[in-house]
């Protein structure tokens, strides 16, 4: 039997040759370096990092640009939540932003998000409710000893915002929420089953709009059994006998 003759289909060694070196060319080619970054999110206020990542991509390969170093730009800022930047060879680049949306005011220059993450922004802050930590709770603009979990923190903050926006939350030693609204103090407790406190205090308040006036508090740390106290040596009683 005669063997068959192997044929070679050079077009296709050709056209991955090529190809291969199309890409080795785009990796080291300064031709494909960034020439415009699209923007998404991005404050104006942020004009000088932006000027930064300019001289960071200027003439750099687009597949030689490390990512991670033109995030890294806005990163190490407490008040940028996430960033993400990416990039072709066709020398076009994407960078988009979350910021940090603050829920309370913690006082020198520190706000608290939803996530329970402390951070500092000079474009927020304003007619936010007050969040009031013992002496003991240290907090910086992204850090916090004392208490593990400020989650529920903010969200006892955001509901306060949306139902007592003059109300203020503290954060006692033992971790015990305390709302101060309309000239009274009002016990939340641990920080669980929020929502179902809230509902109850304004039920309360429906019923009885001056309620915490002229009392010492109101405790809600069982939702269920409401009580009040007028002063500090009364034995609390429930406030609707």
Same mark, same amino acid.
């Given at each position: 039997m005669r063997r068959r003759k192997r044929v070679i289909n050079w077009g296709a060694i050709f056209a991955v040759f090529a190809l291969v070196n199309l890409i080795f060319a785009s990796f080291r080619s300064p031709l494909t370096a960034i020439r415009r970054i699209n923007l998404s999110g991005v404050r104006q206020s942020?004009?000088?990092?932006?000027?930064?990542?300019?001289?960071?991509?200027?003439?750099?390969?687009?597949?030689?640009?490390?990512?991670?170093? =033109?995030?890294?730009?806005?990163?190490?800022?407490s008040?940028?939540? *996430?960033?993400?930047?990416?990039?072709n060879i066709f020398g076009s680049g994407r960078l988009e932003i979350t910021y940090r949306k603050? =829920?309370?005011?913690?006082?020198?220059g520190a706000l608290l998000d939803a996530d329970g993450e402390f951070f500092s922004d000079p474009e927020q802050g304003e007619n936010l409710v007050k969040l009031k930590l013992a002496p003991i709770l240290k907090v910086t603009?992204?850090?916090?000893?004392? =208490?593990?979990?400020?989650?529920?923190?903010?969200?006892?903050?955001?509901?306060?915002?949306?139902?007592?926006?003059?109300? *203020?939350?503290?954060?006692?030693?033992?971790?015990?929420?305390?709302?101060?609204?309309?000239?009274?103090?009002?016990?939340?407790?641990?920080?669980?089953?929020? *929502?179902?406190?809230?509902?109850?205090?304004?039920g309360l308040l429906r019923d009885r709009p001056t309620l915490l006036k002229g009392i010492e508090y109101l405790n809600l740390t069982n939702p269920d059994r409401a009580t009040v106290s007028t002063n500090k040596n009364d034995k609390p009683v429930q406030p609707n006998p």
């Open positions: 942020e004009r000088l990092r932006l000027e930064r990542i300019q001289q960071l991509v200027q003439g750099v390969p687009a597949m030689q640009l490390d990512p991670g170093s =033109v995030e890294q730009v806005f990163l190490g800022q008040r940028v939540k *996430s960033c993400t930047f990416s990039r603050a =829920v309370a005011d913690a006082g020198n603009s992204a850090t916090v000893m004392g =208490v593990t979990d400020f989650r529920q923190i903010a969200e006892a903050c955001a509901i306060t915002q949306g139902n007592f926006p003059e109300g *203020s939350v503290s954060v006692l030693e033992t971790g015990v929420i305390r709302l101060d609204v309309e000239g009274g103090h009002v016990i939340l407790g641990s920080p669980g089953n929020l *929502s179902k406190k809230f509902d109850t205090l304004i």
